[in-house]
């Protein structure tokens, strides 16, 4: 089957606490093991942007429950795409402070800054694309 892998950028309904971030965290790494769908989440300022990666029509199905989840607002589709191989072997989540010590030691949990360093040696145009965003990300002002 094709695998394909989506961008997208959406604001939290509410901010995160910590513990709502950690809860989240665990229950899409199991769900995402489940369904054999990779990838990374950002969190940040209220913010998620997150790289989703599996067979297409399993991403597909996440992004749509992603854009009806209540939590999500202002959806965006930032990249789609079809992929010949994962850019992100294992799920991870990436923060920055001041909740980022709170998520230290947790399963899939990898410091924003490193994100991508633990990725596959490939250099997929979806993984340049992600960390090019993340470094916009940290750089610009809160969605309004």
């Known amino acids: 089957m094709a695998h394909h892998e989506i961008i997208y950028l959406s604001r939290a309904s509410e901010p995160m606490a910590p513990g709502a971030l950690a809860a989240l965290m665990e229950t899409s790494r199991t769900n995402n093991v489940a369904r054999g769908i990779t990838g990374v989440l950002i969190y940040h300022q209220q913010e998620f942007l997150q790289l989703i990666e599996c067979e297409r029509e399993a991403v597909q199905d996440l992004y749509q429950s992603i854009c009806n989840d209540p939590r999500h607002q202002q959806t965006y589709t930032m990249w789609s795409n079809p992929i010949t191989e994962r850019s992100f072997a294992d799920w991870a989540m990436g923060f920055v402070a001041p909740i980022e010590a709170d998520?230290?030691?947790?399963?899939?949990?990898?410091?924003?800054?490193?994100?991508?360093?633990?990725?596959?040696?490939?250099?997929?145009?979806?993984?340049?694309?992600?960390?090019m965003l993340r470094d916009d990300f940290l750089q610009r002002p809160p969605m309004d």
């Open 103 to 131: 998520l230290r030691g947790k399963p899939g949990y990898e410091p924003l800054l490193s994100l991508g360093l633990k990725a596959s040696t490939s250099d997929t145009a979806g993984k340049k694309l992600l960390l």
